[in-house]
């Protein structure tokens, strides 16, 4: 609900079509499809006795799963990337955060998303199953998906390794560098309260993303680690479930000119009727 009205009040509000909110509604509608992705046939899992998932749904499941985790790692360093430029380089942040770059940062952050999902599921679905059908997890996944396989799985837990690094830990990294320059930058501010207000922002914003991002890193940097099932599933929920609820409490619902726009937007059919 909360990434949906988000998506809704950045449509409709023209004010609100810039870089930082149109990264932003980008977000909701990855947060959106990747929970409709894993939710609805996780709570039939729990909830009834049928368990029983399709070859072709674990594939599409996973598939989604792959797009939309890859691309919201992407989309979380081009926003701390956007934040920097425009807290540390106010003047030219219009220069910087062109019409063209912007474009092209989104365009980058769905097409890799859409590579990875590619890439990963075909090739884990090119393995043989000769194991049990039966997959440990609360929804397909790659690594408890990957033990029904009976291949050498050598050269694909390499690339899921390589890949990690590069689709996870990089844009990580790269998060906290951003993060790290508006901190120095914010140190430089002259009012206490303006340093406590981007204290608590620039926070708020790293526990979301630790929190993604570690727990997934975990999940995936070692496709058949020594995790037990239990381990695995808890560190799944925190990346697919938890994320998304946070994320627009954390981006959205603190930022006071958001708050005045969904408070306009409420209040509106009152106002007029009065």
Request: charged residues 10%; hydrophobic residues 50%.
């Amino acid at each position: 609900m909360g990434n949906s009205i988000i998506i809704g009040v950045i449509s409709l509000e023209q004010s609100l079509h810039v870089p930082m909110y149109l990264f932003l509604l980008n977000l909701s509608v990855v947060e959106v499809s990747f929970s409709t992705a894993i939710t609805p046939e996780m709570l039939v899992v729990l909830s009834t006795k049928n368990t029983v998932i399709t070859f072709a749904g674990c594939f599409a499941q996973m598939y989604f799963i792959l797009l939309f985790g890859g691309t919201e790692c992407f989309l979380l360093g081009t926003m701390a990337y956007d934040r920097y430029t425009a807290i540390c380089h106010p003047l030219n942040y219009p220069m910087i955060m062109n019409k063209s770059v912007f474009t092209k940062l989104l365009i980058f952050s769905w097409v890799s998303g859409i590579l990875v999902a590619t890439v990963q599921t075909t090739w884990v679905f090119s393995f043989p199953f000769c194991a049990s059908n039966e997959i440990n997890h609360l929804f397909c996944e790659t690594p408890p998906v990957l033990e029904l396989v009976c291949a050498d799985t050598f050269f694909f837990e390499i690339y899921a390794f390589t890949g990690t690094i590069l689709i996870v830990m990089v844009p990580f990294l790269l998060i906290l560098l951003s993060y790290t320059r508006i901190l120095f930058a914010i140190l430089k501010m002259p009012s206490n309260t303006g340093k406590q207000k981007a204290f608590s922002t620039c926070a708020s914003h790293l526990t979301s993303v630790t929190l993604f991002y570690g727990t997934a890193s975990l999940t995936y940097i070692q496709p058949k680690s020594g995790y037990s099932p239990e381990t695995k599933k808890m560190m799944s929920l925190a990346y697919t479930l938890l994320t998304p609820l946070l994320n627009p409490l954390i981006y959205s619902l603190r930022n006071s000119e958001m708050k005045a726009i969904l408070q306009r937007v409420v209040h509106l059919p009152c106002t007029q009727l009065m």
